[in-house]
């Protein structure tokens, strides 16, 4: 599979230096921020800081829109503000954009765009004028001699009250991205093949896959969310959410050493996280075999695994144990010399991608 026109950010305003930007992962319910922190040159780490969103019965766009995002970032500037920083670059999640795949007449890149701006209107109801969207053309028309396209949008009202919510406290947006685009950056450039990334959050997961570097495949996966897992292992132990972390912390330490130190807390963890890994396998497993019998591709070469459940101990081991395909979640690790920072990936990716 080959692509005419490649993704780029949904909104790009003028383009700071990534060393004086802060990377945003905005998730259905909470901000996780992330930057790098070059002091000691020999040394690269992450700064990071997460900011929970208060509890909410409607959907994430209404909240934006309603005026619970400006209150969050108004009791929370003081925390943004030690970055330091006033350019943000933000992932966006799925919840607030819709993304297909289109058969459209073949024809000039104007034609196609115009196409696709009267397609995504009519199924999301708006008029192309309310809408900001992406695309990107694979390159070989279908046999009836179609174009596949690829495409991306969101409310142009959410962009907006998105920026100037940001601005109210002194940051400037610079650029927005698809929760897709982004993750389809962690693949490396001189990727040619088939690959899967994984995104193990604490409340959605969402799979992506992706041919020489391109989206062109993306679906939640159910019942894998790290959440419940989190709280089940405080409940089982005992301990607070916050001592539940210093312990994987130091499970995560211990994982590489060949140390009888921890033994029984880490059976008990292998045993109580079985369940959860096996899940996430089996949603994985399925959703690919579906993708690969619909569109007829080969099988992918890697899947890369970030986001919080990328960082439990032992899940290299054990979920490679459990799908077919090698998995890779030491991506963070290889770049940076903090280790427990796995959430903050897709902040980071925000911070120094940007397709444009």
Not at 34 to 42: E, I, L, P, V
Not at 113 to 123: K, M
Not at 256 to 275: A, F, I, Q, V
């Amino acid at each position: 599979m080959k692509f005419i026109t490649k993704p780029t950010s949904l909104f790009s305003m003028g383009s700071s230096n990534s060393n004086s930007r802060i990377g945003v992962d905005f998730q259905s319910s909470r901000l996780i921020c992330a930057r790098s922190n070059t002091h000691n040159r020999d040394e690269k780490k992450i700064e990071g800081l997460i900011i929970p969103f208060p509890e909410r019965e409607c959907s994430l766009k209404h909240w934006i829109l309603s005026g619970g995002f400006h209150e969050v970032l108004q009791k929370h500037r003081k925390n943004i503000s030690r970055f330091g920083d006033q350019a943000i670059a933000c992932v966006l999640p799925e919840s607030l954009t819709h993304s297909c795949t289109l058969e459209l007449p073949m024809g000039s890149e104007a034609e196609i765009h115009d196409l696709v701006a009267q397609d995504l209107a009519d199924q999301q109801e708006l008029t192309i004028e309310e809408l900001t969207f992406d695309f990107w053309m694979e390159e070989n028309p279908t046999t009836e001699g179609m174009a596949n396209v690829h495409a991306v949008c969101i409310n142009t009202k959410v962009v907006k009250e998105i920026v100037s919510q940001f601005l109210a406290i002194g940051y400037h947006c610079d650029r927005i991205d698809s929760h897709a685009n982004s993750l389809a950056q962690l693949i490396p450039d001189t990727s040619t093949s088939l690959s899967v990334v994984i995104d193990w959050g604490l409340d959605e997961v969402t799979l992506i896959i992706c041919d020489a570097g391109q989206p062109f495949y993306s679906r939640k996966l159910r019942n894998c969310q790290t959440r419940p897992f989190f709280k089940k292992l405080a409940e089982h132990w005992s301990i607070s959410p916050a001592d539940c972390d210093a312990l994987l912390n130091r499970l995560c330490h211990q994982e590489h050493k060949r140390s009888t130190e921890l033994k029984g807390l880490k059976d008990s963890y292998l045993n109580l996280s079985r369940e959860l890994f096996l899940r996430l396998a089996d949603e994985a497993s399925r959703t690919i075999e579906f993708a690969h019998q619909k569109k007829l591709f080969t099988v992918p070469e890697q899947v890369l695994l970030v986001g919080s459940g990328a960082g439990l101990p032992f899940v290299s081991r054990e979920i490679n144990q459990l799908l077919p395909l090698p998995v890779q979640t030491e991506y963070l690790t290889q770049k940076y010399s903090t280790a427990g920072m796995s959430e903050f990936i897709v902040a980071m990716t925000a911070l120094e991608g940007g397709r444009s």
